[in-house]
């Protein structure tokens, strides 16, 4: 323990957090893809908004939490990534369940989409009407992709769903990404540092040497 150490530690500053900024990014990219492509009186509609919104939630009450409790830091980090894991699954359904292609980890869109940087929905969603016109991300070039990867992004309406699920997915995986390293670096500081259990009894033993020394000095 530092000299300095003190029992309620510096805690919040979520909205600094990347996880926090991108599964943001997620939540405001599903409640518009959801009231444009899923029923609005469906329960499909409310759980994907639901579960976008308490995957942004539960890292910021980690967060804040975690000035008195570790654990609960640690509980509520892996409640987020649980909700934006089932929010995964919803992408995916749709897209299977209307025939459209999930594009494969090395599918060059998706590295495309995170090259770009979006900060906002209307960033990625121009982002998708770019990739909509411009298949293959070279205009007036053949990309050299496969005929399926083509087809699937020809000039049709029917592009816009997949290019708008597919890009919630690439964002969801790096939403979930840094989620799972947040997740590992909050184990591995409860199992080193403990929880608020223990700050307190570093805290007060601290006090009492000092009061001790002090004493003696006196």
């Known amino acids: 323990m530092t000299a300095d150490e003190q029992l309620i530690p510096q805690h919040g500053g979520y909205r600094k957090l990347r996880s926090f900024q991108v599964a943001q990014l997620v939540y405001d990219l599903t409640v518009r893809f959801c009231d444009r492509y899923i029923d609005r009186r469906s329960r499909t509609h409310d759980q994907m908004v639901q579960a976008a919104r308490s995957g942004v939630q539960n890292i910021a009450e980690g967060s804040q939490a975690s000035g008195t409790s570790k654990k609960m830091e640690l509980k509520l980090t892996n409640v987020a990534r649980a909700s934006l894991e089932e929010l995964r699954l919803d992408y995916e359904d749709f897209l299977r369940q209307r025939g459209l292609p999930l594009w494969e ?59 708008a699920a597919n890009a919630a997915l690439t964002l969801l995986a790096v939403a979930c990404s840094l989620l799972d390293r947040q997740l590992a670096a909050q184990a591995q500081a409860f199992e080193t540092e403990g929880g608020f259990t223990e700050r307190l009894y570093r805290v007060r033993s601290q006090k009492r040497s000092n009061k001790s020394t002090k004493s003696t000095k006196d």
Do not use: M, Y
Request: proline share 7%.
């Open 105 to 163: 980890r090395s599918d060059p869109r998706r590295q495309r989409l995170i090259d770009r940087r979006c900060a906002t929905a209307d960033a990625v969603a121009l982002w998708v009407k770019d990739e909509h016109q411009n298949p293959g991300g070279l205009r007036g070039q053949n990309s050299g992709r496969s005929g399926q990867h083509d087809l699937s992004t020809s000039s049709t309406p029917s592009t816009f769903p997949e290019i």
